[in-house]
Each structure stands twice: as structure tokens, then as C-alpha cells.
């Protein structure tokens, strides 16, 4: 009896999510030409995350398509590849994951096929694999999927850091570059050669304050390297893309450079973590949203390693 009911829920809850895909449409922005992004919403995991919560799309070449983050769940993934759809019917080649966070690669499974091709950092198979224990227990707990319905799909393709791949989309050429440990130690960036569009993944954040789950002085370092590139838009993991693009970079740095000193200080004077959760980088409040919750898990995330430089 009670195999028979989880049976029956499965096909239940398969069947609810077909229904919510299919009847789910994303608000598309054309930033350049065939380059199409969703912006997802500025809330945080918890009661209100619904799995849609940053910066998804997809570029057109003349023979193919590139997916960018696929979302945080199935239902997201698959309200993109209808999207997809409604723009052409030219074959999904590849699918690219910025980086190994839950909100961008749940929704990998909507494109798993044998001709599509997922590509990411050298180090996401085995970061995926680390987390998908701790991400099926918050798809759960916020979004009521069971753990047989988180599906991971790893990428095929491995970029080394520091190491760059060139793929062709049909006339249109996008490089894609991944770094040494950052935001993450999985952050890539894509760069569309065509238009100078740069998909920047969590490695930007505008208006949402920056996170860093990786390493402080690396991502100030790849912060100093976006900075100086040369290109005409950048499309952060959250907020609004812009083209005014060395400034937000510049104020992503400015955030985390003040951080580093007053944790700096509060360590060398000897002031504990809570103290140090409420006073560090406290001059940046006003100036990003959720800045409370996402400063104090910058600090938890980098005050142990500070402490021992």
C-alpha cells in the first residue's frame, strides 16, 4: 500500500511540474542581438525561493544555441527551453553553468539529450557531487521536490582555470574562460566575440550584494582582471545587465576590499565573530539589497581564513 501511494505521488508531483512548465512563460530581454536573458528575482533561499532567483538565457548563432544557467529547478529549465523554442527551432548544443550554485544548474535536466553538450569549470563534476546532498534537502524543504527529482547533470567539457574554449555557434564565436578560485572555485564567465557581451555569472552581482562562498583575495584579484577587459555589456549572475559595466565591477571590488579590512582589523583587535558580523562593511548597507543576511555569510565565510594569514 504505502509503495503504491509513493508511486502515485511521484506521478503527481511529475505530472504538477510538467503542468507549471508548460504553463510558465519568462520575461525575455533581447540585450544584443540574438542574446536573450531572464532576470530572475532578488530573493534569497528560504520561504520565498522559488527557484528563479538569477540571470538565465541563451544566444543564437547562425547553426546552433548556447544555454547560459539553466535556473533552480526543472520547472525553470523547461520555461526556458520553451522560451528557447519560441524564438528557433535551431538545435541546443550547448549548455554552460557559470558556476556550481543550485539557483543556476537545476534546470540542466530540462536539456539532457544525447546531442547536447554541458560544459563548465574542471572543478564543478566534483563540487556538484560535494553539495547535492545539502541541495536536495533545500529543494525540499522550499520547493517540495524530492531528492529522485533533483537531478544533476555535470558537464562533459572541463575548463581548467586560467584556461580559455572556444565554441562556434554558427558564425558566432563565444569564449568562455574559467578562473582559480573566486566567487567559487567553479566560476567561468562567457564572452559572445561577436557583440562583446559578457556573461559575468556570480562573479557581478548588481543592485543584490555580492556573495563570496570561494575566496576573498581571489575574487578581488578576477574582479581587478574583469576590470580591464574590453568589451561592451556585462550581464551579471543577479540584476539588471549594463552597460556600464567597469563601474559595477569597480563597486563589486569596492564592497569586498572594505570587507577584507574591517575583518582585517577586527581580527587584529581581537574582536570575536558576532562583534565582527555587526560592524564589518556596515559603510556599504545602503547600497545593495539583502545586505544584512548576505554580509553576515560573507563574513562567516571568510573570517576563519583571515585569521590565519
Not at 530540462?110 to 534537502?137: C, D, Q, V
Not at 559595466?245 to 577586527?266: G, P, Q, S
Request: positive net charge; hydrophobic residues 40%; charged residues 25%.
Amino acid at each position: 500500500m504505502k509503495k503504491k501511494f509513493l508511486l502515485y505521488l511521484f506521478i503527481l508531483l511529475t505530472s504538477l511540474q510538467s503542468t507549471l512548465a508548460s504553463s510558465m512563460k519568462l520575461n525575455l530581454i533581447e540585450v544584443a542581438p540574438n542574446i536573450f536573458v531572464h532576470q530572475g528575482k532578488h530573493f534569497d533561499v528560504d520561504e520565498s525561493y522559488q527557484g528563479d532567483i538569477c540571470n538565465i538565457g541563451f544566444i543564437i548563432g547562425k547553426e546552433s544555441v548556447a544555454v547560459i544557467d539553466t535556473g533552480g529547478n526543472l520547472i525553470i529549465g523547461e520555461a526556458l527551453k520553451a522560451s528557447i523554442r519560441e524564438k528557433t527551432s535551431l538545435p541546443i548544443k550547448y549548455v554552460i553553468n557559470t558556476h556550481v550554485h543550485l539557483d543556476h544548474i537545476y534546470g540542466n535536466a530540462a536539456f539532457a539529450n544525447k546531442n547536447t553538450e554541458f560544459i563548465g569549470h574542471s572543478n564543478l563534476p566534483k563540487a556538484m557531487r560535494f553539495r547535492k546532498n545539502f541541495y536536495e534537502g533545500l529543494n525540499l524543504k522550499y520547493l517540495n521536490i524530492p531528492a529522485e527529482k533533483t537531478i544533476q547533470i555535470p558537464p562533459s567539457i572541463l575548463i581548467e582555470a586560467n584556461k580559455t574554449k572556444i565554441i562556434d555557434l554558427g558564425k558566432r564565436k563565444i569564449k568562455i574562460t574559467a578562473y582559480p578560485t573566486a566567487h567559487t572555485n567553479t566560476d567561468v564567465t562567457i564572452e559572445d566575440l561577436t557583440t562583446g557581451t559578457l556573461w559575468a555569472g556570480d562573479l557581478l552581482f548588481i543592485e543584490r550584494t555580492p556573495s563570496i562562498d570561494g575566496d576573498i583575495n581571489g575574487i578581488i584579484d578576477v574582479l581587478d582582471r574583469l576590470i580591464s577587459l574590453n568589451i561592451n555589456l556585462a550581464i551579471p549572475g543577479h540584476g539588471p545587465p549594463t552597460k556600464k559595466w567597469k563601474e559595477a565591477f569597480e563597486k563589486n571590488k569596492n564592497y569586498f576590499m572594505t570587507l577584507r579590512n574591517d575583518v582585517r582589523k577586527a581580527i587584529s583587535e581581537d574582536q570575536g565573530l558576532r562583534k565582527t558580523i555587526e560592524t564589518a562593511a556596515q559603510s556599504e548597507a545602503k547600497k545593495w539589497i539583502l545586505f544584512d543576511i548576505q554580509n553576515a555569510r560573507n563574513i562567516n565565510q571568510i573570517y576563519p581564513k583571515l585569521e590565519w594569514e
